[in-house]
């Protein structure tokens, strides 16, 4: 079970998300943990038409998790050494 930070805590949940296309469930935000179980995100996952996740937009090493907001995707740098929005600035 995965664990998500950066929310504030009434924003939280305990849900599924798919994530380099694949379903992970753990705590996290609501816009990033948007299905209440496994069996809903790989229904989700079956059913998506464009898995953005799928052409790889983190770069780095970054994890892509797809969210409910725009751009359909979220970067997780945490570990790589680069940060910004696809993990494409080198830490200094």
Do not use: W
Request: glycine share 14%; with cysteine.
């Amino acid at each position: 079970m995965e664990t998500c930070q950066g929310c504030e805590q009434d924003q939280t949940r305990q849900g599924c998300r798919i994530q380099n296309g694949v379903c992970l469930c753990g705590i996290g935000c609501y816009s990033e943990y948007r299905y209440t179980t496994k069996e809903e995100c790989r229904k989700a996952l079956r059913g998506s038409r464009r898995d953005v996740c799928q052409r790889n937009p983190c770069r780095n090493g970054g994890a892509c998790s797809q969210t409910s907001f725009e751009p359909g995707y979220r970067c997780r740098c945490e570990g790589t050494g680069y940060y910004g929005s696809r993990c494409q600035h080198g830490k200094t």
